[in-house]
Nanobody, 127 residues
Framework: QLQFVESGGGLVQPGGSLRLSCTAS????????FGWFRQAPGKDREGVSC??????????TAPVQGRSIIYRDSTKNTVTVTLEMNNLKTEDTGVYYC??????????????????WGKGTLVTVSS
């Protein structure tokens, strides 16, 4: 069982930047790949970005490609996965969820799915 603490959401102006962090704790963290997903109002959940635990390969969905970066830092008992996005657009508005799964293709071949999900953090891009 994994637990997540997500942070970094809020109100951002168009063109601005944000940094979302997710700190995971639990058993066998090294076996899990991590990703960020989002759900806009009235729309289905979609993948945003993903990072492999095997080699730190990263994946980005087309709407955020080129203006986002995902990275992770590990301690003995936690993994923190950070998503930085810039040049934010109104269509980036939504609830962002951290997720983890043992199978990288399940998580990172978008739309993606996962065994473990965070509670989500709201990002609103508006002037």
């Amino acid at each position: 069982q994994l637990q997540f603490v997500e942070s970094g959401g809020g109100l951002v102006q168009p063109g601005g930047s944000l940094r979302l962090s997710c700190t995971a704790s639990g058993f066998a963290l090294e076996a899990y790949h991590f990703g960020w997903f989002r759900q806009a109002p009235g729309k289905d959940r979609e993948g945003v970005s993903c990072i492999s635990s095997s080699d730190d390969s990263t994946y980005y969905t087309a709407p955020v490609q080129g203006r986002s970066i995902i990275y992770r830092d590990s301690t003995k008992n936690t993994v923190t996965v950070t998503l930085e996005m810039n040049n934010l657009k109104t269509e980036d508005t939504g609830v962002y969820y951290c997720a983890a799964d043992r199978v990288v293709f399940r998580l990172c071949v978008f739309p993606g799915d996962a065994d473990y999900w965070g509670k989500g953090t709201l990002v609103t891009v508006s002037s």
